[in-house]
């Protein structure tokens, strides 16, 4: 499963998927060591998972989640869109085996919704419902996945949702649209 995450050395946060119902819920777990590059600096002598990271770890498996078996996966990312109820309860620290529990709350062909927990020997460490969009993907070739079809529309590649024509979109830094209001 982790193979099918678009990320590479070093950016993937999470080991091994444990638990996976498909299109519903997925465990996925990280195996904190002192030797994590971010420790060097957050903080020294006093070493801690920057909460950011729990957050992307956590993004991660519900990008696994999300994407494990859809038929289109090849032809679509999955960018952030917010982070809500983010809490942190507890520092993650070297040597804690980190279990991230994620659920989907809501799904849509464009958008997703999902609950996050970030939990160390069955305590709650860190939580939040993250919310994502899927966007074309660019091919090696330099070619777009022209449309992402769902289960209910279409998404079109620029962005724009027939059903929406005229609202405001805002842009990604690199010029993609995200297909939302600002």
């Known amino acids: 499963a982790l193979e099918r995450l678009c990320y590479r050395y070093p950016s993937p946060l999470v080991d091994v998927v444990t638990e996976h119902d498909a299109g519903r819920r997925l465990v996925a777990v990280k195996n904190v060591t002192v030797n994590e590059e971010f420790f060097q600096g ?8 920057p909460g950011v990271l729990l957050i992307e770890a956590m993004a991660q498996a519900g990008g696994i989640l999300l994407m494990q078996d859809d038929p289109q996966r090849a032809d679509k990312l999955l960018y952030f869109m917010a982070i809500e109820r983010a809490r942190f309860r507890r520092p993650v620290v070297p040597g804690d085996q980190v279990r991230f529990e994620v659920e989907v ?3 849509t062909a464009a958008h997703c919704k999902l609950a996050a927990k970030a939990m160390v020997d069955g305590a709650l460490h860190a939580e ?55």
């Open 128 to 182: 939040a419902e993250l919310l994502s969009t899927f966007v074309p993907r660019d091919h090696d070739d330099g070619t777009r996945s022209l449309a992402l079809v769902g289960r209910d529309r279409t998404e079109h590649a620029d962005g724009v949702d027939p059903a929406r024509q005229g609202a405001e979109r805002r842009a990604h830094p690199d010029g993609q649209s995200l297909g939302g209001r600002e």
């Open 42 to 49: 957050h903080f020294p002598g006093h070493p801690i998972v």
């Open 105 to 107: 709350l809501r799904l």
